[in-house]
Antibody, heavy 120, light 110 residues
Framework: QVQLVQSGAEVKKPGASVKVSCKAS????????LSWVRQAPGQGLEWMGW????????NYAQKLQGRVTMTTDTSTSTAYMELRSLRSDDTAVYYC?????????????WGQGTLVTVSS | QSVLTQPPSASGTPGQRVTISCSGS????????VSWYQQLPGTAPKLLIY???QRPSGVPDRFSGSKSGTSASLAISGLQSEDEADYYC???????????FGGGTKLTVL
């Protein structure tokens, strides 16, 4: 069965960087892209961006351009999301999610989420 | 505030039919498909509807989606206590060149 397993919770200081991993299994990793979605405490969902698993194509949310980098390692079927220059309002649960089309936020499988806390 | 507009709350009694609306614009709902998600407390969202009105396998047919112009709706019939959750709509936005979500609707089963 399809599974997306994410790395564990992180606590970071303002200005630092965080890198969250998402290991995929149960499907052909290179066939589909992966998106990242975050959710601040008590808030709604926010689309962060998408990365193809079979070429270097990415598409990042405008508000995160310059601070976020998404990468994949096809040898281990793992996707990564790095967010730099962290601020307190980056505190959120970060999810990776699998979809079928890069320009359609219809995600049929999600990771369990990774809590990133930014605090001095 | 969110690009897609949803009512913050909705409610119904067991067995009732409830609908949740999602309002957007020509750059998102008006020109792209809509998805709906259910999120139970402390869990990842679950895809309920994609391509406006399609259900993934395993989603009960009590859940249905529709779209007209720049608005979409999620209908839940035969409301059950386990339907109490947060519901989100989502679509692609051509102007932003990115995905957008509604602010979410908290459904209470009375």
């Amino acid at each position: 069965q399809v599974q997306l397993v994410q790395s564990g919770a992180e606590v970071k200081k303002p200005g630092a960087s965080v890198k969250v991993s998402c290991k995929a299994s149960g499907y052909s990793f290179a066939t589909y892209g992966l998106s990242w979605v975050r959710q601040a405490p008590g808030q709604g969902l926010e689309w962060m961006g998408w990365i193809s698993a079979y070429n270097p194509n990415t598409n990042y949310a405008q508000k995160l351009q310059g601070r976020v980098t998404m990468t994949t390692d096809t040898s281990t079927s793992t996707a990564y999301m790095e967010l730099r220059s962290l601020r307190s309002d980056d505190t959120a649960v970060y999810y990776c999610a699998k979809g079928h089309n890069w320009n359609e936020p219809a995600f049929d499988y999600w990771g369990q989420g990774t809590l990133v806390t930014v605090s001095s | 505030q969110s690009v897609l507009t949803q009512p913050p709350s909705a409610s119904g009694t067991p067995g009732q039919r409830v609908t949740i609306s999602c309002s957007g614009s020509s750059s998102n709902i008006g020109s792209n498909t809509v998805s709906w998600y259910q999120q139970l407390p402390g869990t990842a969202p679950k895809l309920l509807i994609y391509n406006n009105n399609q259900r993934p396998s395993g989603v009960p047919d009590r859940f249905s989606g529709s779209k007209s112009g720049t608005s979409a709706s999620l209908a839940i019939s035969g409301l059950q206590s386990e339907d109490e959750a947060d519901y989100y709509c989502a679509a692609w936005d051509d102007s932003l060149n990115g995905g957008v979500f509604g602010g979410g609707t908290k459904l209470t089963v009375l």
